[in-house]
């Protein structure tokens, strides 16, 4: 399994404002996705971001709001503009595992809590 | 796209007890379907997986069983332990290399001690 950081691990942000939170893996990864985990409720992907090309976003979830970058294979960035309340989650990237019998294992980042006030 | 629903959203069992979580997918294409554990303020973890190929797989303490048929898996676990309450999420999605991950809602499960 991948090992994946975040950063930062919690934010508190005023209203308005943008946040940019970061994803590292110690592997080459092909695939990135990024999830966001509303207090418990359940993971709905946001976008999946492939290196080198533009990000694909999930119904509902669009690339003003939430601009994704993938400069190279072991790292991304998510972007939360122009912060509502509504926008208070938990933001989680995940990678998938490739090779072999290993495709669609995903794991997850520890997670950044967002609250927006 | 694919729709993924899971029962029952909350679950509680004496220790030593199994429990039993049920999902129900609507793809007939998905053939991969993995089950996570997130214990409170934790990332959510892989458990366990099964494959269309398989109709049971069995992990310990943790089984899954699928039905290809019907449309459904099922995660049991017997033998529980307090250090089992988290919340499970059943997932579906196709094999072949990236392909997005539906999750269901959701089980809290409470094992009392």
């Known amino acids: 399994s991948a090992v994946i950081s975040q950063k930062p691990s919690r934010d508190i942000c005023q209203r308005g404002t943008s946040l940019t939170i970061q994803c590292q893996v110690d592997?080459?990864?092909?695939?990135m996705f990024w999830y966001r985990q509303q207090p418990g409720q359940s993971l709905t992907l946001i976008a999946t971001?492939?290196?080198?090309?533009?990000?694909?976003?999930e119904s509902g979830f669009v690339i003003d709001k939430f601009p994704i970058s993938r400069p190279n294979l072991t790292f991304s960035t998510l972007t939360v503009s122009n912060m509502s309340p509504e926008d208070s989650s938990i933001y989680l990237c995940?990678?998938?595992?490739?090779?072999?019998?290993?495709?669609?294992?995903?794991?997850f980042g520890p997670g950044t809590r967002l609250t927006v006030l | 796209g694919e729709n993924v629903e899971q029962h029952p959203s909350t679950l509680s069992v004496q220790e030593g007890d199994s429990a039993v979580i049920k999902c129900t997918y609507s793809?007939?294409?998905?053939?991969?379907f993995p089950w996570y554990k997130q214990e409170l303020g934790k990332r959510p973890q892989l458990i366990i997986d099964i494959r269309s190929n398989v109709g049971e797989k069995k992990d310990q303490r943790i089984a899954v069983t699928l039905n290809k048929t019907a449309k459904h898996f099922s995660l049991h676990i017997t033998e529980t332990q307090p250090e089992d309450s988290a919340v499970y999420f059943c997932?579906?999605?196709?094999?072949?290399?990236?392909?997005?991950?539906?999750f269901g809602i959701g089980t809290k499960l409470q094992v009392i001690p």
């Open positions: 592997s080459q990864v092909t695939m």
């Open positions: 793809d007939s294409a998905s053939n991969y």
């Open positions: 997932a579906a999605s196709k094999s072949g290399g990236y392909q997005k991950v539906t």
């Open positions: 995940s990678v998938e595992t490739a090779g072999g019998t290993s495709y669609n294992e995903q794991f």
């Open positions: 971001a492939n290196q080198g090309s533009e990000a694909t976003y």
